[in-house]
């Protein structure tokens, strides 16, 4: 199976978020970079279909040159090749701009299924998967916390307010990965693993090279911008339920202060 | 100049889920202060019984695709129709539901009319006939606003539980047009679906939410907060830490890399507070922890906090909850 992986890279979720002087970006300096939790997951499920189907994974990622990083990781863990579209014209694309450029080096690949996070912990914006799919023209099934293939058609179990579903396509599809860390359980790339990344093939793209150019996916395309970040209010400081009274005194005083000061009980 | 604002309503299950009316209700007010006119869609099977709801929070018009083919989501088959639906209701903005399917839908129906979409927006602004929307970044950690293009078609996706609902008019009555859409061939199919039938409360709809971490120290023993959550009728969530452990379920999870909550009032119990899990439910209205810990740093964010042995007050608080909700 000819399996695509779409991946981003993202900030740890360890990172503390500052606000930079222009108001519509973060502070980058002491950023520590991740894959994106949701695409670790798209990894793991893309090097488990390579172990049942054979077949190869290749990485596609976008951005600057510390992408490279984290695509390597990715190789690390068993991918067998990675591509990542570098190109300034894509710094302040909208999600539409950046699902054209992923969906052209689809295209170029060829793959019988496409796999990528249904979210990433940065921006949130929860449109990847879907956009890629829908330019495409291919079937997308979103939030898999499971997925069985047999190489010719892809089903996968989902989450829905309320339950759960089965739903199921045929090849090609997007699908796009739901569920926790203690689902999808990515593996850690060996030490081999490591050795081996810094051999396999990662190429670096324009927008020219994908027969794209920056009037259709650049900033200047963008339908949506962001125009300003805030933080979240400051909550008002709270307090510690008097120390002095035993566990019935405290629980009897929390449920006063819940019911008449909150009035939320 | 464009006719309306439209509204993109979420039926499952014989009724149009409550977000549909939160963004109804939104939609009645960004449509009086543009000057346009509110429309709905409703996409389903059985769902034209039940149009006149939307009516009740201000839907002027509602379009209706009604067919077996729409029982349940699937985005192969519902994108093409509303896309074409849209089309008729000539809108400048579209409103949909943030719920898993109303964000699924939103994002690929934003690709196929080439525009730009605002995920899980918390608040709309208006200014000089200018939309923004706001939304929340990197897990809660930060707000941004967003906004459009001049020629671009507004497409923001609302966090259930957030707009606030008008009162409902019961006088009201829309104008309802049935459309025959065209349902495509679909190579993707629902194979079955399997709905929780004990009642349990959704997590990201919930007023309130009891929430357990590492303190629990076993599943075994979230059968104490089920308790007080049943007392309170409330949503149970978890830490991360939880969910690793394999004793709550993942989508239990509260947190960045889990599901960001809203409720009027967040019961942490036994958990330290680590920042993602702060970002999850940092903007809840009141926040409550237990910790014999003094120094968690989800005493921090608490508006009340509780220095205790969680196995010695859970069971203590419950059981004044409970005289609480008798003596109602």
Known sequence: MNIVVLLKQTPDTESVIRIAGDGRSIETQDIKWIINPYDEFAVEAALRLKEQHGGTVTIVSWGPQRVVESIRTALAMGADKGMLIDDEALEESDSLGIAKVLAAAVQELNPDIVLCGHRAVDYDHNQRGPMVAELLGWPHLPLAVSLECDGTTVKIERPVEGGKMVVESSLPAVVTMGGSHAVWNPRYASLPGIMKARKKPLDVKKLADLGLNPEECGSGAAKIRLVSLEMPPERKPGRIINGDLDTEGKAKELVRALREEAKVI | ???????????????????????????????????????????????????????????????????????????????????????????????????????????????????????????????????????????????????????????????????????????????????????????????????????????????????????????????????????????????????????????????????????????????????????????????VAVNKDPDAPIFSKADYGVVEDLFKFIPVFTEEVRKLKSSE
């Open chain 2, 1 to 287: 100049m464009a006719e309306s604002v439209c509204i993109v309503a979420e039926y499952r299950d014989g009724a149009f889920r409550k977000v549909s009316y939160e963004i109804a209700s939104e939609g009645r007010r960004i449509a009086d202060t543009l000057g346009l006119k509110l429309y709905g869609i409703a996409i389903g099977s059985g769902v034209s019984d039940k149009v006149q709801e939307l009516a009740k929070y201000g839907v002027e018009k509602v379009l209706v695709a009604d067919d077996p083919a729409f029982e349940h989501y699937i985005a192969e088959t519902y994108v093409p129709a509303v896309a074409e639906m849209l089309q008729q209701c000539d809108p400048a903005v579209v409103l949909l539901p943030a719920s898993m399917n109303g964000k699924d839908l939103s994002a690929r129906l934003a690709a196929r009319l080439e525009t730009g979409l605002a995920q899980d927006s918390t608040e709309i602004s208006v200014e000089d006939g200018k939309i923004k929307a706001k939304r929340p970044l990197f897990g809660g950690k930060c707000l941004g606003w967003y906004e459009w293009a001049d020629d671009a078609l507004v497409m923001i996706s609302c966090r259930p539980n957030v707009m606030s609902m008008l009162e409902p008019d019961e006088s009201k009555q829309a104008e309802v047009v049935k459309v025959d859409v065209s349902v495509p061939e679909a190579r993707s199919k629902v194979v079955s679906v399997d709905m929780d039938t004990s009642g349990k409360i959704e997590l990201t709809e919930a007023e309130i939410v009891v929430s357990g971490g590492r303190g629990m120290k076993g599943p075994e023993n979230f059968a104490m907060l089920e308790e007080l959550a049943g007392l309170l009728g409330a949503a149970v969530g978890a830490s991360r830490a939880a969910v690793d452990a394999g004793w709550r379920p993942h989508s239990d999870q509260v947190g960045q890399t889990g599901k960001v909550v809203t409720p009027n009032l967040y019961i942490a119990v036994g958990i330290s507070g680590a920042i993602q899990h702060l970002a999850g439910m940092g903007s809840s209205k009141y926040i």
